[in-house]
């Protein structure tokens, strides 16, 4: 049977059509890194709730400061000593003042505080050097949150930020869209697990790390279900436990060749196909469908077209169940620094080293671009996409590229 290809953006439409985000339930907060909200989140206190002390120093009224200079010092007597996490003890009178440490509650009566450096202790006076404002080194009750603010929102995603200041509010969980639930297998009877010898003919299965890996940059940990020999009845067997997941990812198996069961163990389970075949290389074969609530892809087998196919088709069905409403990374243009040929009608996936050279993006390849050659993708911080046609790109001519990862600058 022919294949019939559609456009990487049509297979991802028609995958993301079929991704509704997954029921809400509650996580501790600790656990929410990465999920989405499926709650609004309203400030039940001011952050901070009490004014308190923005430096080290002394809780002052800021009319017992004036006129005060190195040379000619306010003198004031220091009625106690509020460290963070205590209350004042007592109200600040006229010629008195606290000595305070950061983030310590500012007493009554106080209108400012005057940093250690700018005074000078002794026998329970201290002398100040400089004249203060009123407010001056106050952090105001409520500066970050006021009480009743609507903060976060349906939708939004949780990263250490969001996280943090739910922390602050007090809140111990947080209602997010669950994780999928995601099953792995690897179909072959060429593999072999990492931990045991190879005998003749036989490969690692190294697809099932990839994948495995990939989900758990997402914060999803998948069931791995292990490795089907090319049988069909060890294949349906096998697939028809993954069935029991939010998410069945299968790898090899799925194209033309004598012993690819995969599309058929589909159809006796009723899967019902959205889509075989995107116009792409790496990653041509790839089926689609859905069985029940179970999204079910029959991933290619070449250790580049599997991550490939994760990274365009998996990832953004996976944010979109976790509840993302942006599913894709981003793309930018750049320019080629070398040829790349692609003669091909279909979409060639360049696995690119891509960097900023004077404001614009730059993209080389990382090398032999094979589609069982995985150290292309060792290194790649960038897909780049080649037009299908007569004659790809040059050096020097720009192309879309996907940034998979920003670089952190060596110091
Ligand atoms: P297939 O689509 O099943 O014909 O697989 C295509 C190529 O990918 C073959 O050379 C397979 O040996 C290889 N391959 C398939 N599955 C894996 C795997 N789990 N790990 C590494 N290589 C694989
Ligand atoms: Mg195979």
Sequence with gaps: MAIDLISIDEARARILAEASPL?????????????????????????PRF????????????????????????????VETIPAGRAPARELGSGEA??????APVPQGADAVIQSELTEESDNEVLIFDSTDPGKNIRCAGEDVMAGDRVMGLGDALGPAEIGLIASLGYP??????????????????????????????IHNSNSYSLQAQCRQLGIDP?????????????????????????????????????DF??????????????????????????????????????????VSVMVSFELFVRPALLRLMGHRKTTRPLY???????????????????????RENGCWRVSTTGPQGSGILRSMVGANGLAFVPGGSRGVRAGEEVDFLLLREDLEEL
């Design 51 to 78: 004014d308190n002390a923005g430096m080290d120093g002394y809780a002052v009224r800021s009319v017992d400061t004036i006129g005060g200079t190195p040379d000619s010092p306010r003198r004031l007597s220091v």
């Design 23 to 47: 029921a809400t339930e509650s996580r501790p907060l600790a656990d929410a890194l990465g999920m989405v909200l499926g709650e609004e989140i309203v400030a039940a206190h001011s952050v």
């Design 333 to 355: 243009r750049a320019i080629i620094t070398e040829d790349a040929a692609n003669s091909d009608g279909r979409v060639f996936v360049v696995r690119v080293r891509a960097w």
């Design 98 to 103: 606290a000595k305070i440490m950061t983030g």
């Design 262 to 303: 995969v599309k058929d163990v589909h159809d006796e389970l009723g899967v019902e196909r959205r889509l075989w075949g995107v116009r792409m290389k790496p990653g041509k074969p790839l089926a689609f469908g859905v069985r029940g609530d179970t999204l079910v892809f029959g991933l290619p087998g070449n250790p």
């Design 223 to 259: 069931m791995m279900l292990g490795i089907v020999p090319d049988d069909y009845e060890s294949t349906l067997q096998l697939m028809r436990k993954g069935m029991e997941y939010d998410v069945l990812l299968t790898s090899g198996g799925v194209s033309v060749g004598q012993f």
């Design 173 to 202: 969980t947080v209602v997010v869209h669950r994780r999928p639930r995601v099953a792995i297998v690897s179909t072959g009877s060429e593999l072999i697990e990492v931990d045991r010898p190879l005998g003749p003919g036989q």
